[in-house]
């Protein structure tokens, strides 16, 4: 026979009510900051990564065929972090949408010319 116990305190309250607006900014800037993170670390891993192979390819460990492949890797790899690089300032300057942000106007509509036919 298996026993599990359980962590739960039997005496602790949880609150009825909290700020629903609040919590989801706080939340929001959680994963922000937390994507941030990850795209600067796999930023940083391919980066190095392309340049081992760069330097591999420039020290012709390889025959040429091979040499020439991982110039060609590594050069698509720089412009994958280039691409990580664009993405995470997006990130960073990226706010709340919607009705959680109060400081975002809503976009007006604009003016379109009426078709001509």
Known sequence: MIVVKRNVRR??????????????????????C??????????????????EMEMVSIERVFVKAVSQALTRTARKLYHVAEDLSDLQRLIERARLPGAFHESDPKPKPRNRPKARY
């Open 34 to 51: 937390n994507l941030v993170l990850q795209l600067r670390t796999i930023r940083r891993a391919i980066k190095e990564s392309a340049e």
């Open 11 to 32: 005496d602790t309250d949880l609150p009825k009510t909290f700020d629903l607006q609040l919590n989801q900014h706080e939340i929001f800037e959680i994963d922000r």
